[in-house]
Each structure stands twice: as structure tokens, then as C-alpha cells.
């Protein structure tokens, strides 16, 4: 049973930066695309960001595009998210999950599994 866990989040300044991390703390990634998820007090979940299984193919929701950047290193059972120009509206707890769904985008949020506890990320002057 694959099990993920999220770490890197904190509280940044507008405009500043931070990498987040979803590390296989059980079972292998090799198999799963990865996705990158947030949620907002009040707010539904929503994907931010999804790589594919070996890393070929990434796709990102309109409000971070050009801003994030995800990548993945499977001998490290590592996906990361760079986050670069954050913003306020980005504060969230940001959640990680896996799918074996060949094809799949963040904006297919049922796909996923295996979530993570979840890593807060805080934009505020």
C-alpha cells in the first residue's frame, strides 16, 4: 500500500518561494502518476499540478502556470513542487495523492489516492 507523505511548507512573503516535497514513505511511485492538490479554508480541493509516471508529461491549473514547476526523482520515491512568485490567494494546505490512471490531469481529483496528511503553505506580508 503506498503511503505519501508532504513536507516544505511554511510561511513566505508575497512573492517569494518554496519547494514542496511528496516522498513514498511505503511502497514505490514508479507506478503511480503524481498529483498535487490545495485546499482553502471554505474552499473546495482543488489540482494544482499532475506528472506522469516517468516525468514526460506535467500539467498545471491556470493560476499556477509559469509560476509552479512539479518534477519527480523515483530512485528518491520523490515528487517535488517548486513554487516561485507566490501569492496570497496560494495559501493552503497542499495535499499530495497518487493514480495508476494513465492520461491523468490535477483537475481529476476522485483518480486519486493515497493522500497525505497535507503540508501548510501560508502567503502573508
Given at each position: 500500500?503506498?503511503?505519501?507523505?508532504?513536507s516544505?511548507?511554511g510561511?513566505?512573503?508575497?512573492?517569494?518561494?518554496?519547494?514542496?516535497?511528496c516522498?513514498?514513505?511505503r511502497?514505490?511511485?514508479?507506478?503511480?502518476?503524481i498529483?498535487?492538490?490545495?485546499q482553502?479554508?471554505g474552499?473546495?480541493?482543488?489540482g494544482?499540478?499532475?506528472?506522469?509516471?516517468?516525468g514526460?508529461r506535467?500539467?498545471?491549473?491556470?493560476?499556477?502556470k509559469?509560476?509552479f514547476?512539479?518534477?519527480?526523482?523515483?530512485?528518491?520515491?520523490?515528487?517535488?513542487?517548486?513554487?516561485?512568485?507566490?501569492?496570497?490567494?496560494?495559501?493552503?494546505?497542499y495535499?499530495?495523492?497518487?493514480?495508476?490512471?494513465?492520461?491523468?490531469?490535477?483537475?481529476?481529483?476522485?483518480?486519486?489516492?493515497?493522500?497525505?496528511?497535507?503540508?501548510q503553505?501560508?502567503?502573508?506580508?
Amino acid at each position: 500500500q503506498l503511503q505519501l507523505v508532504e513536507s516544505g511548507g511554511g510561511l513566505v512573503q508575497p512573492g517569494g518561494s518554496l519547494r514542496l516535497s511528496c516522498a513514498a514513505s511505503r511502497g514505490t511511485l514508479d507506478y503511480y502518476a503524481i498529483g498535487w492538490f490545495r485546499q482553502a479554508p471554505g474552499k473546495e480541493r482543488e489540482g494544482v499540478s499532475c506528472i506522469s509516471r516517468s516525468g514526460g508529461r506535467t500539467n498545471y491549473a491556470d493560476s499556477v502556470k509559469g509560476r509552479f514547476t512539479i518534477s519527480r526523482d523515483n530512485a528518491k520515491k520523490t515528487v517535488y513542487l517548486q513554487m516561485n512568485s507566490l501569492k496570497p490567494e496560494d495559501t493552503a494546505l497542499y495535499y499530495c495523492a497518487a493514480t495508476p490512471q494513465l492520461g491523468a490531469e490535477a483537475k481529476m481529483v476522485p483518480l486519486f489516492g493515497s493522500w497525505g496528511q497535507g503540508t501548510q503553505v501560508t502567503v502573508s506580508s
